[in-house]
């Protein structure tokens, strides 16, 4: 491991750290840097605030670079204003999910809330669910407000990006997977949790749309048992219910 001293806002390496931002994770805060570092993983770049007392536990972690750095670098870097005692930069998973492997895969298209998106990944961390897919127009795993809801349940849960709805289906049906639709109006065809074949692809639809109707008419669709007079649940609060669902049921 090799450390570094960056006390100046104007330092070149800094500078570097902050332009790979949106392919990176930036774990901040002391107990999500510790947690990451109990892990046995990679960290690019552990950034410690100077004036931080005592000693770091030995990581299980594979820091590459470890930074100490003035209070005002730290701001900088982590996007706050109160900066954080401890900083982790680590590089975002690679995972190509096996649907004919994989027992549940929760499709999350078009989820441009962050929250919902951390929502749903801290309930899929919960709840043991084996992967997720992020399809469409929606928030990047990496922002700082999925980080801060998620928290390392983003490094619990392997996960899969595709810029296109229609080429996660593809990919599901090629390899087996039978694919369902989430709605949360009955239609035809609605289809009980208990009568779910696996290994599946269950789509649930971003904030307002929903999934696309073409969707809705081309797979069979499940649904939470809701009040009529409600037209909606939040999507993370619909996928957390849906992961919760799914593995009572499948428990003996």
């Known amino acids: 491991m090799t450390r570094i001293d960056v006390v100046s806002r104007a330092n070149p390496r800094l500078k570097r750290l902050l ?3 949106e392919n990176r994770f ?33 990581p ?16 900088k870097a982590a996007g706050m204003q109160s900066p954080p005692t401890l900083l982790a930069v680590l590089d975002i998973p690679e995972t190509r999910i096996d649907f004919s492997r994989c027992r549940l895969t929760v499709a999350l298209v078009g989820v441009q809330d962050p929250g919902n998106l951390g929502t749903a990944f801290r309930c899929a961390s919960a709840f043991a669910v084996p992967a997720l897919a992020l399809a469409g127009d929606g928030a990047r795993p990496n922002h700082d407000k999925v980080v801060r809801a998620a928290q390392t349940a983003l490094l619990d849960v392997p996960f899969q990006v595709f810029g ?28 009980a949790l208990e009568r779910m074949e696996f290994p599946c692809l269950l789509l649930l639809g971003g904030e307002g749309q929903g999934l696309d109707a073409r969707l809705l008419e081309r797979f069979p669709r499940v649904r939470i ?28």
């Open 164 to 191: 296109d709805p229609g080429r996660l289906v593809a990919a599901a049906l090629a390899a087996g997977a039978r694919v369902y639709a989430t709605g949360s109006r009955p239609g035809g065809g609605t289809l």
């Open 225 to 252: 048992d809701q009040e009529e007079r409600i037209d909606s649940l939040n999507v993370g609060i619909s996928a957390c219910i849906l992961m919760h669902e799914l593995r009572r049921l499948q428990r003996p």
């Open 60 to 75: 299980r972690a594979d820091v590459r670079e470890e930074w100490r750095v003035s209070p005002e670098v730290m701001a």
């Open 19 to 21: 332009a790979e931002r």
């Open 26 to 58: 930036f774990f901040a805060g002391d107990k999500l840097v510790r947690d990451c570092l109990a892990r046995p993983l990679r960290v690019e770049t552990l950034l410690v605030r100077s004036d931080l007392e005592g000693a770091l536990p030995a």
